[in-house]
């Protein structure tokens, strides 16, 4: 797993006195930016309607956000650590010029399909294993319990369920009954925002 600080990063770390907080888990692509298939430079960047406006809603609830993707493309040779590094640092910024930030950003960048060593290999932190959320959990003070995990595809779904977290699928109805289904972020944001003001 790999982590990206960037700029956009708020100091929002607690203390250890202080009880663990729900916080929001995304994915990427297909979440907040449009999934190109292996976006792995600026040039192929592309936010997803009304995806920077559901972040800063979040944050303005002092709900802590995290990015956690899987970049598959890095062991697969289309793309470098580096890449994966700008790419972040490019959306962090164009967050900010919405006036949103994500807090922490980590990806996976191994597969053991892959061709880049030493990349191509299983892990932990490939989702659905919780590896990346655990990593977020213990830098954000988060209760992963009553956290979410919001991304289009199964592995989200499937990383909710191994950190016991809810999840919101963007797409069509599911067959977990437990996972509720969103349009886009905006809608999931609405969502959550309104469990958390019940």
Partial sequence: MRTVLTGGVRPTLRGADQAPRPGVLLDRDGTIIVDHGHVGSVERVEFIEGAPEAIARLNRAHLPVAVVTNQAGVAKGFYGIDDVGRVHRYIAAELARCG????????????PDGVAEPFARSSDDRKPRPGMAN????????????????????????LAEAI???????????????????RDLSTAASFILERIAA
């Fill in 100 to 111: 949103a930030h994500i807090d922490l950003f980590l990806y996976c960048p191994y597969h």
């Fill in 135 to 158: 990593a977020a959990a213990a830098a954000l003070n988060l209760d992963l319990r009553s956290s979410w995990v919001v991304g289009d595809r199964p592995e989200d779904i499937g």
């Fill in 164 to 182: 016991g977290a809810s999840a919101i699928y963007l797409g069509p109805a599911t067959d977990h009954p437990s996972v509720q289904s969103a």
